[in-house]
């Protein structure tokens, strides 16, 4: 199928309102894409399964999860990364030594060496329940993502592992981890090859530092208000906030919904 454009959305500060759940107004926006012929895709850190009904809400089965461990469209996955259990195993220990913990991500479901106060209150900052403790997850399942759970550890982590993963601080409680070369960047140009999507115009929408891969790689990028300095500095448009109507503003800049 030919598109006119595709739309990249990334979720935490960006689709998403506050409560990790989608405003009315950007609801309807996202579904009219369609109408247009326009596909919109998330491109997110986020796995599916920690928050099923955004995904819902925004009836959209294309998209970049995990970072770029994970592609799907049209609800079939195209490209799964698995990071090995004994590289898992190594930043276990880690954890474990400084009163840190490992959550563990695929497409369809998460879990967490440890439950303490640093694992909540990460938890409660992106509004999303407290996963499941199982620390041996890892054994019996992919992991796509791992999420260390940590406020000032982050050497510990890149030093020793930094040519075989990559780490993203998105929050002030934890470090996204994939495998060294996965980005949104890697999981878009995935996409548009495997799916012979080139040509067709892209957009993004993002905030964080995780988005700057992202924004770096489509046609027209576009910041959004509330977003940091470095994504702002790439961007082509900077629209107003997420909590300001920031979708609906650079959607219709660029004649989106027309």
């Known amino acids: 199928m030919t598109y ?22 950007v609801r309807a926006a996202v579904h009219s894409l369609r109408d247009h012929n326009i596909l919109p895709i998330i491109s997110t850190g986020r796995c599916p399964a920690e928050i ?19 592609v799907v469209y049209n609800g079939q996955p195209i490209y799964e990364g698995s990071i090995a259990p004994a590289t898992i195993n190594k930043m276990l220990t880690i954890t474990e030594s400084h009163g840190d913990a490992l959550a563990y991500y695929n497409g369809t479901d998460y879990a967490i060496s440890r439950l303490n106060d640093l694992v909540k209150a990460q938890y409660d900052f992106v509004s999303t329940p407290y996963p499941k403790v ?63 999507l080139t040509g067709v115009p892209t957009y993004a929408f993002g905030d964080g530092v995780n988005d700057i891969p992202m924004l770096e790689t489509v046609d027209h990028p576009i910041a959004m208000g509330n ?32």
């Open 227 to 258: 977003g940091i300095t470095a994504v702002k500095d790439r961007a082509e448009y900077i629209t107003a906030k997420n909590t300001e109507g920031g979708i609906i503003q650079g959607l219709n800049h660029f004649n989106l919904l027309d």
């Open 52 to 70: 099923p009904d955004v995904f819902a809400q925004a009836g959209i089965d294309t998209y970049v999860a995990l970072n770029g461990g994970l």
């Open 4 to 25: 006119r454009a595709l739309v990249f959305f990334d979720l935490d500060g960006t689709l998403m309102n506050p409560q990790a759940q989608l405003d009315d107004d």
């Open 134 to 196: 199982d620390p041996d997850f890892y054994q019996t399942n992919p992991v796509q993502m791992l999420l260390v759970i940590t406020v000032d550890n982050d050497k510990r982590y890149i030093y020793p592992y930094g040519n075989e993963l990559t780490f993203y601080r998105n929050t002030p409680y934890s470090l996204d981890t994939v495998l060294k070369g996965e980005s949104k960047q890697f999981g878009i140009n995935t996409l548009i090859k495997k799916m012979g």
